[in-house]
């Protein structure tokens, strides 16, 4: 059990309940990836989450930032 403030609470409730048909064993921040949604997508800046796994937990966050540090050129 992790103490949290009501807020936090309801927050996290919030975020789960926006994953297709979610269950109380899957992960609050599960597995996912993006890319650019269709062939224009990279011309107007439309995302799409594609291979989302609830079962399975997201990736290292430093990944996310390492990669999104080198695509910005910084």
Sequence with gaps: MIPLIDEA????????ARFPNP???????????????GEDGHLYGTVKVWGLDPTR????????WVTSRKAAGV
């Design 9 to 16: 609470y309801e927050l996290l409730l919030e975020w789960h």
């Design 23 to 37: 269950q109380p064993d899957h992960y609050v921040f599960p597995s996912e990836r993006y890319g650019f949604d």
């Design 57 to 64: 937990p997201m990736g290292s966050m430093k990944t996310a």
